[in-house]
T-cell receptor, first 112, second 112 residues
Framework: DVKVTQSSRYLVKRTGEKVFLECVQD?????MFWYRQDPGLGLRLIYF???????EKGDIPEGYSVSREKKERFSLILESASTNQTSMYLC???????????FGPGTRLTVL | SQQGEEDPQALSIQEGENATMNCSYK?????LQWYRQNSGRGLVHLIL?????REKHSGRLRVTLDTSKKSSSLLITASRAADTASYFC????????????FGSGTRLSIRP
C-alpha cells in the first residue's frame, strides 16, 4: 500500500520560530509537492521538487524554503514563522509520467 | 488565479440521492482529476479524465468533460453517509508530473 507520511498532524509554534515540516514517501516517486490549504482558497502550491536537490517555486513561495537531500524525503522550512502561515500543510508525491498525486494526511500548523 | 472553480460550494442531500458537482476551468488542459478529502485529512485521488475523453466511470462515480465549455462534472450515484467529504477538481496542462491546479472544492454532506 502506497504511503506518504508527514512528521506531525498538529503543530503549534510561536512567531519567529524556525519550523520544519517533514514528508516521506515510500513509492520511489521522483516528484514531490508542498501545498497549503486555507478555507475558500483551495490548495496553493508552495514548492515542488522533481529530483533530489532540485526544487522549483510554486505560486506562494515567500516565507518558505525546501530541502530534498534524499529521494524519499521533502522538507518544508519556515525560516521565521508568522501568524499568516497558520494553515493546513499538505505534502504530495507523484511518479514521472503521471499526474495522480498521492497525499499525506496533512499537518495543521498554528503560529501564535 | 485558480484554474478550477467548483460549483456549488456546498451541497447537502439525502442518503440514496445522486450528487452532482461541477468544475469550470480557464485554459486548455491535458487532463482533469477529481479528488476527495475527508475532514482534516489529505486528499485521495478518485478519477482522471483526459482531454480527448468525454466520459469516464469508476464504481458509483461518473465524470464528464466538455472541453468546448471548459467544464467537468462529477456525479456520485446512490450516495452514502461515507461520501460526506469535500471534492476538488484539479487540472493539468501537461501529461507528465507537473503543476496541477486545484479548485476551492465542493463540500458534500449526506443526510441519513
Amino acid at each position: 500500500d502506497v504511503k506518504v507520511t508527514q512528521s506531525s498532524r498538529y503543530l503549534v509554534k510561536r512567531t519567529g520560530e524556525k519550523v520544519f515540516l517533514e514528508c516521506v514517501q515510500d513509492m520511489d516517486h521522483e516528484n514531490m509537492f508542498w501545498y497549503r490549504q486555507d478555507p475558500g482558497l483551495g490548495l496553493r502550491l508552495i514548492y515542488f521538487s522533481y529530483d533530489v536537490k532540485m526544487k522549483e517555486k510554486g505560486d506562494i513561495p515567500e516565507g518558505y524554503s525546501v530541502s530534498r537531500e534524499k529521494k524519499e524525503r521533502f522538507s518544508l522550512i519556515l525560516e521565521s514563522a508568522s501568524t499568516n502561515q497558520t494553515s493546513m500543510y499538505l505534502c504530495a508525491s507523484v511518479t514521472s509520467g503521471s499526474n495522480e498525486q498521492f497525499f499525506g494526511p496533512g499537518t495543521r500548523l498554528t503560529v501564535l | 488565479s485558480q484554474q478550477g472553480e467548483e460549483d456549488p460550494q456546498a451541497l447537502s442531500i439525502q442518503e440514496g440521492e445522486n450528487a452532482t458537482m461541477n468544475c469550470s476551468y480557464k485554459t486548455s488542459i491535458n487532463n482533469l482529476q477529481w479528488y476527495r478529502q475527508n475532514s482534516g485529512r489529505g486528499l485521495v485521488h478518485l478519477i482522471l479524465i483526459r482531454s480527448n475523453e468525454r466520459e469516464k466511470h469508476s464504481g458509483r462515480l461518473r465524470v464528464t468533460l466538455d472541453t468546448s465549455k471548459k467544464s467537468s462534472s462529477l456525479l456520485i450515484t446512490a450516495s452514502r453517509a461515507a461520501d460526506t467529504a469535500s471534492y476538488f477538481c484539479a487540472t493539468a496542462r501537461y501529461s507528465s508530473a507537473s503543476k496541477i491546479i486545484f479548485g476551492s472544492g465542493t463540500r458534500l454532506s449526506i443526510r441519513p
